[in-house]
């Protein structure tokens, strides 16, 4: 039997980071990771460049239940302390939009990171542990194929359902169901959307077309890059309004969010009386985009001069620029999804230490559990944080 005082299931960026905190304050703590390596889900993210986090982070971009519960976390670890360790490491970063935070080099970067802080705190890792079992007696016994490992405290880190092509399993819902724990239901998030009949034919023929949109479901818009797939359709503001949209919602695109097409249409029909409506967009959208929209919308008004076109009739295209009215079949699912949302139930847990009520010395953190961040490094800081908040307690 290994005998430690800090078992930590998960060798991503909750995990890892945990096992930091844990083994910073002299706690003996022994990182058990499913999979052959460690860390797969931070060396694809972003690119390959790690939206490690984000300079804007705060409660309001994070989803659940319960929506006060991640604040504790968010506040006593922040974007600001994990810029500190990044920087301690002289690992080199930079700002994009919206304050996202990515290494300039790789990835790797990070991973490498974590894994010196997990060296100075003598912490050990081991891989390939397939077909756990966790029981609880005295202490929490894991046996797993490299052997069986005792602790009194067990961190459950696993991870959700997203990207199973890296490992990705149910196994910390399983278990939170085994210790009496609620689990909420789940899917996937930050996700893009598929179409099927004439909407797919038209996505597979825009494919690798981008615009910067508006996407709105419900009372949520979000205004960043739309990208027609092969599929359907993805981009930042699409994965963003994914985690909001239930399956037969319609979805509303202004295709033009910092124009106004009817004042375009006006304007032109004066300077240029024989302009067409195809001309006019084709200024301000994707070409190809603007033909397909001909097609289905206004091909009767293909080929007449503005100066023969109603004020109203160009009303009524500039609507449609600002109002398409789509209903996606569903979304890709786990297969691409960067985050699962849902999980265990956050009442289940203590906001402040991440240990179950009802059950003593047993923690959660990270993507198990109800608390989804926006795209952007939200996800990452939430791992982070959550994963401090247990570090200092198990």
Same mark, same amino acid.
């Given at each position: 039997?290994?005998?430690?005082?800090v078992?930590?299931?998960?060798?991503?960026?909750?995990?890892?980071?945990?096992?930091?905190?844990?083994?910073?304050?002299?706690?003996?703590?022994?990182?058990?990771?499913?999979?052959?390596?460690?860390?797969?889900?931070?060396?694809?993210?972003?690119?390959?460049?790690?939206?490690?986090?984000? #300079?804007?982070?705060?409660?309001?971009?994070?989803?659940?239940?319960?929506p006060?519960?991640?604040?504790?976390?968010?506040?006593?670890?922040?974007?600001?302390?994990?810029?500190?360790?990044?920087?301690?490491?002289?690992?080199?970063?930079?700002?994009?939009?919206?304050?996202?935070?990515?290494?300039?080099?790789?990835a790797?970067?990070?991973?490498?990171?974590?894994?010196?802080?997990?060296?100075?705190?003598?912490?050990?890792?081991?891989?390939?542990?397939?077909?756990?079992?966790v029981?609880?007696?005295?202490?929490?016994?894991v046996?797993?194929?490299?052997?069986?490992?005792?602790?009194?405290?067990?961190?459950?880190?696993?991870?959700?359902l997203?990207?199973?092509?890296?490992?990705?399993?149910?196994?910390?819902?399983?278990?939170?169901?085994?210790?009496?724990?609620?689990?909420?239901?789940?899917?996937?998030?930050?996700?893009?959307?598929?179409?099927?009949?004439?909407?797919?034919?038209?996505?597979?023929?825009?494919?690798?077309?981008?615009?910067?949109?508006?996407?709105?479901?419900?009372?949520?818009?979000?205004?960043?890059?739309?990208?027609?797939?092969?599929?359907?359709?993805?981009?930042?503001?699409?994965?963003?309004?994914?985690?909001?949209?239930?399956?037969?919602?319609?979805?509303?695109?202004?295709?033009?969010?910092?124009?106004?097409?009817?004042?375009?249409?006006?304007?032109?029909?004066?300077?240029?009386?024989?302009?067409?409506?195809?001309?006019?967009?084709?200024?301000?959208?994707?070409?190809?985009?603007?033909?397909? #929209?001909?097609?289905?919308?206004?091909?009767?008004?293909?080929?007449?001069?503005?100066a023969?076109?109603?004020?109203?009739?160009?009303?009524?295209?500039?609507k449609?620029?600002?109002?398409?009215?789509?209903?996606?079949?569903?979304?890709?699912?786990y297969?691409?999804?960067?985050?699962?949302?849902?999980?265990?139930?956050?009442?289940? #847990?203590?906001?402040?230490?991440?240990?179950?009520?009802?059950?003593?010395?047993?923690?959660?953190?990270?993507?198990?559990?109800?608390?989804?961040?926006?795209l952007?490094?939200?996800?990452?800081?939430?791992?982070?944080?959550?994963?401090?908040?247990?570090?200092?307690?198990?």
């Amino acid at each position: 039997m290994n005998e430690y005082d800090v078992i930590v299931l998960g060798g991503g960026a909750a995990g890892l980071m945990c096992a930091v905190a844990a083994g910073s304050r002299g706690r003996r703590v022994v990182v058990l990771e499913a999979s052959n390596k460690i860390g797969k889900k931070i060396l694809i993210s972003g690119g390959g460049r790690c939206n490690f986090t984000n #300079l804007h982070c705060d409660s309001t971009r994070f989803i659940s239940a319960n929506p006060h519960f991640c604040i504790s976390a968010l506040s006593r670890y922040t974007q600001w302390d994990f810029i500190a360790l990044v920087e301690k490491h002289r690992i080199p970063y930079h700002e994009r939009s919206e304050g996202q935070l990515f290494c300039d080099r790789s990835a790797k970067d990070i991973l490498a990171m974590l894994v010196a802080e997990c060296t100075q705190a003598d912490v050990r890792i081991v891989t390939d542990c397939r077909n756990t079992s966790v029981v609880h007696q005295q202490h929490y016994v894991v046996a797993c194929d490299q052997g069986e490992f005792s602790a009194g405290s067990l961190v459950v880190a696993t991870g959700g359902l997203s990207f199973p092509k890296i490992g990705a399993s149910d196994f910390g819902f399983r278990l939170a169901r085994q210790f009496g724990l609620r689990v909420r239901d789940t899917r996937a998030g930050l996700v893009p959307f598929t179409f099927s009949g004439a909407m797919h034919e038209l996505t597979e023929r825009l494919s690798g077309t981008s615009v910067r949109a508006s996407v709105s479901v419900s009372d949520m818009t979000f205004t960043e890059n739309v990208l027609f797939t092969h599929r359907g359709l993805s981009g930042p503001s699409v994965l963003q309004l994914s985690n909001y949209w239930k399956p037969g919602d319609d979805i509303q695109i202004n295709l033009l969010p910092d124009h106004d097409a009817a004042s375009l249409f006006l304007e032109a029909k004066t300077r240029q009386p024989k302009a067409l409506v195809r001309t006019v967009l084709s200024e301000v959208l994707p070409r190809a985009l603007v033909l397909e #929209l001909q097609e289905r919308y206004w091909q009767a008004l293909a080929d007449i001069p503005l100066a023969e076109l109603s004020d109203d009739r160009l009303h009524q295209v500039a609507k449609q620029i600002h109002s398409w009215v789509l209903k996606p079949a569903a979304t890709e699912g786990y297969r691409t999804a960067e985050v699962t949302l849902g999980g265990i139930d956050t009442d289940e #847990l203590s906001s402040k230490t991440m240990e179950c009520k009802q059950q003593p010395g047993l923690y959660c953190i990270g993507e198990v559990v109800d608390v989804t961040g926006h795209l952007g490094g939200f996800n990452f800081q939430w791992a982070w944080a959550s994963a401090q908040a247990a570090g200092h307690i198990a």
